[in-house]
């Protein structure tokens, strides 16, 4: 019985930060229109959400199993709801940074206290594989729940209305709910103890890791994947807003098919990679997202503005280009299994933090660069550009598999799907 209630409070932790993460996209959409902030202005608030977590993971993740996993996640949720209600009470732009800022700082304690906690609580490592799924099954759920929910706040009739901060209310009280939870749940007593060596010896390891060629080729290729689904992901609803010609409401709305195929490319991929070797499967991935991008985008260029599209008679583009979702979904988890199989355990918690910085570090890009050509040039122009570190990782897919056999990693192809950024 106190499995499962710790097992609920995490699940629920994560939903929602889920919908904290992922609202980043609706929100530049949402000050675009009320603060008239520019584009390229607008996405700095990506790398307020990034950063953070990257910083924060760097410097903190060994520190806190000397501090207490239940503590770094109550920490995490007091400072977002402080934010959340900081939202409505001062509506700004600089209010918005500061929001992103304290969701990256608390993402970064809350995701490294909840992976530890999964591993103190489960039993084996069946157990474990198990609830990590079930876990980013929440996660997906509030990346869906996002879109909705920010939809059903923002008013199409008045794009100058900040009814949408309204949204801050019902998740400052969430995130409330949810630190009272963890409050009232006894977690494990027995927390893993910090090695003996000094903070600047495990920060001197972690950067010893990176140079190993395997981990560097791993690094660049979840470098790229993030990039590509941050960029997509956070400006979809611009996109859809201002090339497709839809609603506010309705161009956050649509955007959860993006998510949708996510959630439903990582659980299908997860059945199908039991069965198949990993290599194969991640290449056709890349070219299927490849195929997308030349499939949907020439559909978006000549979209009449002036026919007032709802759901019955929206652009086609509109509901295709996020089934890319589908394509793009097993690649970071399935590298991720990879990469982690290959290496001995001890060096797990490094080779997570690596991999929580540059993924930090790739959706910032994502962001900035996709902000920027939308603004200087087209919406067209910037989602094609995607088309470039898909190649790339075409590339990388291949000398991360011979990197892999070089490493005596040989694997049986069998990896766990469903791992957040």
Known sequence: MQQRRIYLTLFLTY???????????????QVINNYG????????????????????????????????????????????????????????????????????VAFALVKVSVYSTLGLVAADARQHASSMNLLEGCFMLGVLSAYWVFGYFIDDAHAQSNRWLQVYWLLAVLCALNFLTVLGTPFPQQEPLARGASLAQEFADMLKLFFKPLVCVFIITAFLYVLIEQSIGTWLPTFNNEILHLPAAMSVQVTSIFAACLAVGRLSAGVLMRKLNWYPVMNACVLGMAAMVLLALPLTQQVDASA??????????????????????????????????????????????????????????????????????????????????????????????????????????SVIIGASH
């Open 15 to 29: 939903f929602v930060f889920a919908i904290l993460l992922n609202s980043v996209g609706t929100v530049i959409l």
């Open 37 to 104: 902030v520019s584009k390229s202005a607008a996405s700095v608030l990506e790398g307020y959400k990034d950063l953070p977590i990257a910083l924060v993971s760097f410097l903190l993740a060994s520190f806190l199993p000397r501090w207490g996993y239940r503590k770094a996640i109550l920490s995490g949720l007091a400072l977002v709801t402080a934010a959340c209600l900081c939202m409505p009470l001062l509506p700004a732009f600089a209010t918005a940074k500061l929001l992103f800022f304290c969701v990256g």
């Open 308 to 413: 007032a599209p709802g759901w019955s008679n929206a652009p086609l583009a509109a509901f295709l280009f996020p089934m890319i979702g589908l394509f793009m979904a097993p690649i970071y988890p399935g590298i991720n299994s990879v990469m982690l199989s290959s290496l001995p355990r001890h060096q797990h918690s490094a080779m997570t933090g690596l991999l929580v910085i540059f993924s930090a570090l790739g959706g910032t890009t994502g962001s900035l660069i996709t902000g920027y050509v939308f603004g200087h040039f087209s919406g067209h122009y910037a989602f094609y550009l995607t088309l470039l570190p898909i190649s790339v990782i075409l590339l990388m897919l291949f000398l991360f598999r011979r990197a892999v056999q070089r490493s005596g990693g040989g694997l049986d192809g």
